[in-house]
């Protein structure tokens, strides 16, 4: 089956007075119906600039350049405005971490539900009033004929959130980009947030895409996952491989920078350095900085994406930007456009 989202050479990049900020840099990837993709990596590494150009919400200065953004066969890059409104919402929906940036909080819960609904399902009032509290109710809101009537201060950060989900599956999409939807939740709300999002996921065979620092909520919640640096997808493979075999320095580095109650005798291994400055990015690999296996190479040239043999034994791809993998390093990418 042809797959729900498959971007091809993806460039953001963001026009500043100091400078262009290559945001996101020749990045391809694809999503299967119903398939629970993750994206992880640090802070301004592009994981949610990625997800928003695919949505077409990247504000200027920013310019989106791609070879091609096709959602379940249509090409987002043809679209007009008016018709992207209607994929965002009907076909795709994002949510956010912390909800006030999307509820207006001047209207009540149920007025900005039923805006959403009417706008994308062109139902009259009432039965958009329906819908939005049947919404409410399929995310576990105690009391949505009331709740319906709120506003979003009066509700926790939780349920705020849930709301949130509530407006996105509204209207039921194919594609959801949750990005760092617990973060902002105490412990016990984000596991809640968590099974709703899979419990949404197997009733409506939604795809879900997960952006997050958090490699515990990856692993629990994805089936394959990107790892993103200075951009760039550095890693591709699927949530076992990754764990288990991670080839990029830099996923090594974040999987041993991460607390494991299993390892109590180790310590923790910081990855050395920082992120770098995107508008001066290091020539060749710009992880070579940080890197405990640079070479000559990685400082003079970019490497490519290169697929490599997996000793999981897995038939999956496990894909790899770094010069280590050398072996099947045929394909030269044009990054100059
Ligand atoms: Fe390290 Fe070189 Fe691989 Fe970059 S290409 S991650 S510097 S070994």
Redesign the pocket.
Known sequence: MAELLEVKRLFTRFHTEDGVVPAVQNVSFHVGHGESLGIVGESGCGKSVTCLSVMRLIPTPGVINADSVKLDGKELLDLSERKMQDVRGNEMAFIFQEPMTSFNPVFTIGYQLEEAIRLHQKLDKVRAREESISALKAVGIPRPEQVVDEYPHALSGGMRQRAMIAMAISCKPKLIFADEPTTALDVTIQAQILELLNELKKSLNTAIVYISHDLAVIAEMTERVLVMYCGYIVENADIDSLFKNPK???TVGLLNSKPDLKREDEKLKPIPGTVPNPLHLPKG?P??PR?E???DI?RERL?EVTTVSDDEGTEKPHQVR???YPENNTTREDTSK
Do not use: E, Q, R, S
């Open positions: 990029h320095p830099y690999c992880y070579h890197c296996h640079a070479m990685c490497p770094c010069w280590l």
